[in-house]
Nanobody, 123 residues
Framework: QLQASGGGLVQAGGSLRLSCAAS????????MGWFRQAPGKEREFVTA????????YYADSVKGRFAVSRDNAKNAVYLQMNSLKPEDTAVYYC??????????????????WGQGTQVTVSS
């Protein structure tokens, strides 16, 4: 089970930190990803982090502004979002991928999903 939190309303240029708490399985066995979905749009990849946290991947639209991290001892993954823009407004989802072979930007490669947390950036 994944539980995302930390969303809210922030002005453009501001920051938010999302958290995703995992339970029920060995957290370190999973690649973790963050996706987002804006109204009327498809769910899109934001970032992913490997099992050990040694590698991270970002969508071009958030590179340099967002940072993903994880704490396997706490069964948690985090998304630090800085320099937020109105176009970052969306519901943000954390997801877990347990596959050995995967392509991290594809939602279908993820086995478990959190419920989502709303991020709204005002201009």
């Amino acid at each position: 089970q994944l539980q995302a939190s930390g969303g809210g309303l922030v002005q453009a240029g501001g920051s938010l930190r999302l958290s995703c708490a995992a339970s029920g399985r060995t957290f370190s066995n999973y690649v973790m990803g963050w996706f987002r979905q804006a109204p009327g749009k498809e769910r899109e990849f934001v970032t992913a982090i490997t099992r050990s946290g040694s590698s991270t991947y970002y969508a071009d639209s958030v590179k340099g502004r967002f940072a993903v991290s994880r704490d396997n001892a706490k069964n948690a993954v985090y998304l630090q979002m800085n320099s937020l823009k109105p176009e970052d407004t969306a519901v943000y989802y954390c997801a877990a991928c347990g596959r050995r072979s995967y392509y991290y930007p594809l939602p279908d490669n993820y086995d478990y999903w959190g419920q989502g947390t709303q991020v709204t950036v005002s201009s």
